[in-house]
C-alpha cells in the first residue's frame, strides 16, 4: 500500500516546524523533523563515546545512524523529540548539540545513513515531513509538497519575539543578518539547494497567522490526498 507524504520545506523561521506539528497531528500522520535527526545523531554518538571516533570507527558509527531509535510527535505544545525513549526535545537545541550534529553532517557516510534513515519514517498512515529539501531531494514521489517562506524581515521579527518571550534580548539587525546568510548558504549549496519542487504549492507566510496558514495548507492537502 502507498503511504502518503507531505512535505514541507522552506526557510529558517517560516513557521514549518510548528505547521508540520500541527498538520501531523491533524491527520494523525507520522512527522519527521529532519533538521533534528543530525542533532539527535550527534547526540547519540556523543553518549556512545564514538563522537571522537569518526575518522577510525566510522563502520560503528554508520551502524548507530542506521539504528537511531528516535521518535517525533506533534502535539498543541510543538514537537517532542524522543531518543532512545528519552524526551530530548531541548538538550538538541543547544549550542553543544548543535556543533556534535556539524561533525555528523560533514562525514558523507553518515550523511547517506540518515538520508535512508529519513526515508524510513514513510510508514502508514502517512507521514508529514518538515525540512529543507524533503520534496527535492528525500521524498521526491510525495503526494503533498509544500514550500512554506516569509520575508527575511518578518521571519527576524518573529525570531525576536520568540527570544524575548525567553528572556533573552535580542537585536533585530543581527538576526535579520544571520537569517540572510543562511539563507544564502542554504540556497546555494552544491548538495540538496534550499528551493521549491517544480510542483510544489508556494505559501508566503510573512502577513499570515499560523491558523491561517493552517486553513491553507489544510484545503490543499486535502484536494490532493482526494484524487
Do not use: W
Not at 503511504?3 to 501531523?24: E, F, H, M
Not at 507566510?205 to 486535502?222: H, K
Amino acid at each position: 500500500m502507498t503511504v502518503n507524504i507531505i512535505t514541507i520545506d522552506g526557510p529558517s523561521g517560516s513557521g514549518k516546524g510548528t505547521l508540520a506539528a500541527k498538520i501531523a497531528q491533524h491527520y494523525g500522520y507520522h512527522l519527521l523533523d529532519s533538521g533534528a535527526i543530525y542533532r539527535l545523531l550527534g547526540l547519540s554518538l556523543f553518549h556512545r563515546q564514538l563522537l571522537d571516533q569518526l575518522e577510525h570507527n566510522i563502520d560503528a558509527c554508520v551502524q548507530v545512524a542506521t539504528d537511531l531509535d528516535i521518535q517525533f510527535q506533534g502535539s498543541e505544545q510543538g514537537l517532542e523529540v524522543r531518543l532512545e525513549g528519552r524526551n530530548v526535545s531541548q538538550e538538541i537545541r543547544t549550542e553543544i548539540v548543535g556543533e556534535y550534529a556539524s561533525r555528523v553532517a560533514a562525514v558523507p557516510a553518515l550523511r547517506a545513513a540518515l538520508l535512508q534513515r529519513q526515508r524510513d519514517f514513510a510508514q502508514l498512515p502517512g507521514l508529514v515531513a518538515d525540512g529543507r529539501d524533503m520534496a527535492t531531494t528525500v521524498f521526491p514521489q510525495a503526494k503533498v509538497k509544500i514550500f512554506l517562506t516569509a520575508s527575511a524581515e518578518s521571519r527576524a521579527a518573529r525570531r525576536v519575539k520568540q527570544l524575548q518571550t525567553m528572556g533573552v534580548d535580542a537585536n533585530i539587525s543581527t538576526i535579520l543578518a544571520n537569517i540572510e546568510a543562511r539563507d544564502k548558504r542554504d540556497m546555494e549549496r552544491s548538495v540538496a539547494p534550499l528551493k521549491p519542487a517544480i510542483n510544489a504549492k508556494i505559501i508566503d507566510s510573512s502577513d499570515l497567522s499560523i491558523a491561517q496558514v493552517f486553513e491553507q495548507m489544510t484545503i490543499y492537502i486535502d484536494q490532493c490526498l482526494s484524487h
